[in-house]
């Protein structure tokens, strides 16, 4: 998924896990936006979409690299497949713009250069790990900023 709007981003220090509420974001009395938040542990950061920013464009392109080999779990056949995607993100605002992406991709993950990765186990019935990946950085006014990561992902056959 990748994050195409502006954005809350809250530490969550209550104590208690959150279990997907509604949240309302204010500003000086003004109601900015409504959502919901996932399941968020204590401690977690959690990300709230207020609207879709029209002054920040991001585009994600995904296509496959190629195939290698196939292998046999949870008497399935799995056949793995490359996968190369680019982000393009340009700032058209007359202002510096914080921007966070955010993306999730099961398999191997081969590159994600300058991303903070959280990796998650595999299901027992899924070989491919799970890695959530956050880029945060500042775009000046009219800047373009392009990205790309890399992985293998199995595929049922």
Same mark, same amino acid.
């Given at each position: 998924e990748c994050m195409e709007g502006y954005a809350a981003a809250y530490e969550y220090l209550t104590g208690t896990l959150f279990k997907g509420d509604p949240v309302e #974001?204010?500003? =000086? =009395?003004? *109601?900015? %936006?409504? /959502?919901k938040i996932g399941w968020t542990n204590p401690g977690d950061e959690a990300s709230v979409k207020i609207t879709k920013a029209l002054t920040v464009s991001v585009k994600y392109t995904e296509s496959? /690299? =190629?195939?290698? %080999? @196939? &292998?046999r779990w949870g008497g399935r056949d799995w056949r793995k497949e490359g996968v190369k995607g680019?982000? /393009? #993100?340009?700032?058209?605002? %007359?202002?510096p713009a914080t921007v966070r992406v955010k993306k999730? @991709?099961?398999g191997e993950? @081969?590159? +994600?250069?300058?991303? &903070? *990765?959280?990796?998650?186990? +595999?299901?027992p019935e899924n070989p491919n790990l799970e890695h959530d990946m956050?880029?945060?950085? @500042?775009? +000046?006014p009219g800047e373009d900023k392009v990205f790309s990561i890399e992985y293998w992902h199995w595929l049922w056959r």
């Amino acid at each position: 998924e990748c994050m195409e709007g502006y954005a809350a981003a809250y530490e969550y220090l209550t104590g208690t896990l959150f279990k997907g509420d509604p949240v309302e #974001i204010a500003e =000086g =009395g003004r *109601v900015l %936006g409504q /959502s919901k938040i996932g399941w968020t542990n204590p401690g977690d950061e959690a990300s709230v979409k207020i609207t879709k920013a029209l002054t920040v464009s991001v585009k994600y392109t995904e296509s496959l /690299s =190629g195939m290698d %080999g @196939v &292998k046999r779990w949870g008497g399935r056949d799995w056949r793995k497949e490359g996968v190369k995607g680019s982000f /393009s #993100i340009r700032n058209h605002r %007359g202002e510096p713009a914080t921007v966070r992406v955010k993306k999730t @991709v099961s398999g191997e993950l @081969v590159d +994600a250069t300058d991303a &903070k *990765v959280h990796d998650r186990p +595999a299901q027992p019935e899924n070989p491919n790990l799970e890695h959530d990946m956050t880029w945060e950085f @500042v775009l +000046a006014p009219g800047e373009d900023k392009v990205f790309s990561i890399e992985y293998w992902h199995w595929l049922w056959r």
